[in-house]
């Protein structure tokens, strides 16, 4: 199998803020691939996409960790390296029956998806903090929240005048839903989620979303566990993901998938005839960014309210302080909206 890598030859140096430094770092390229292009181009500040053959792709799975024993210093580096890591059981058994118990049944009210992409035997239902209480242990999960921290909450620098600031984006959540794939259900097309936010890798050259998809069910091959592309977060958006290169994410029930939003994945095909795949995902994104799901629409201001003060501001009812993202007048202030919450 072929891997294709995009890098820049910028004024003819391999340096740390250009794209070929992006991939280096994130993305070593085994041994028996290449060879590089020479360094030297007559095309300063140009743009160069260029095809390494390698005789088959270095990562054919996702490596496993377990909750027990991971650090986030593991998660991180993990990710960082394949684009999406499974922690095995990473929720209790107590969680996963309290989770089921909130949301299956309401799922079973839901209707399926109209196309292609969203799947005609597929249900979804979203604003899960308004429907089990359980939400805020998982977007509080050591591994989720303290991988969010170091991936998607890293400071950027600009100037004000003369004086150089390092501000942080913040965390906000920007999806939660669950979703059951029915037998019969085909596969969807791989896809990265940070579009949504029309992103670009590797050009911003910074996470802007960790997800995680939790098994409450077993995922299997056979009845649609979802779909991954292994090291495809660094890939150059130009770059055309192929279904050959996916693989099957196989877990157990709470176990989970932690990936970032450039990792190509999509649904998987249920070929089973009793099984149904059901996995609920959160998302949680730089502050800094729209929200894809419309929170303060999905909840009510007295749903907000009754979570803890850290849950309100991740689910949006925040500012950035520095920036003032997110704020709302009051009293000629721009001021932090989690005071209309008192």
Same mark, same amino acid.
């Given at each position: *199998? ?22 280096? @770092? ?37 490596? @496993? ?108 959540? !920007? ?8 037998? !019969? ?20 050259? @910074? ?23 292994? !090291? ?19 877990? @157990? ?7 970032? !939003? ?32 419309? *929170? ?47």
């Amino acid at each position: *199998m072929a891997i294709d890598i995009a890098f820049r030859l910028d004024n003819s140096r391999l340096n740390s803020g250009s794209i070929a430094g992006f991939v280096a @770092r994130r993305h070593p390229v085994p041994p028996d691939c290449g060879p590089f292009p020479p360094l030297a181009d007559t095309l300063s500040q140009s743009l160069h996409f260029h095809k390494i053959s390698c005789p088959e792709n270095p990562m054919s799975d996702l490596a @496993r960790l377990s909750n027990a024993t991971a650090t986030v210093d593991n998660v991180v580096a993990t990710i960082e390296r394949d684009g999406g890591v499974i922690i095995e059981d990473f929720i209790s058994p107590e969680l996963i029956a309290e989770l089921e118990a909130d949301l299956l049944p309401k799922l079973d009210r839901s209707g399926a998806g109209g196309d292609d992409f969203t799947g005609f035997r597929t249900r979804r239902m979203s604003a899960l903090f308004a429907k089990t209480r359980r939400m805020a242990d998982i977007v509080l999960h050591p591994l989720f929240h303290g991988a969010a921290e170091r991936l998607v909450n890293v400071p950027t620098k600009y100037w004000s005048g003369e004086q150089e600031l390092s501000i942080k984006p913040g965390l906000r959540i !920007g999806v939660t839903q669950l979703i059951q794939i029915a037998p !019969g259900e085909t596969p969807q097309s791989l896809h990265r989620d940070h579009w949504a936010l029309l992103w670009r890798t590797p050009d911003y050259d @910074r996470h802007v979303r960790l997800q995680v998809m939790i098994a409450l069910s077993e995922f299997t091959e056979e009845n649609g566990g979802t779909l991954v592309i292994p !090291g495809s977060h660094v890939w150059p958006d130009t770059r055309i993901p192929t279904m050959a290169e996916a693989v099957p994410t196989v877990m @157990r029930k709470g176990s989970a998938l932690l990936f970032v !939003g450039s990792t190509y994945h999509a649904g998987g095909r249920n070929a089973t005839t009793d099984q149904l795949r059901s996995g609920l995902t959160m998302t949680i994104d730089a502050a800094t960014v729209r929200q894809e799901e419309n *929170m303060y629409l999905a909840l009510s201001p007295d749903v907000v309210k009754s979570y803890p003060v850290e849950i309100q501001r991740l689910l949006g009812w925040s500012y950035t302080d520095e920036t003032h993202m997110g704020w709302v007048e009051i009293d000629g202030e721009m001021a932090d909206p989690i005071r209309l919450l008192a």
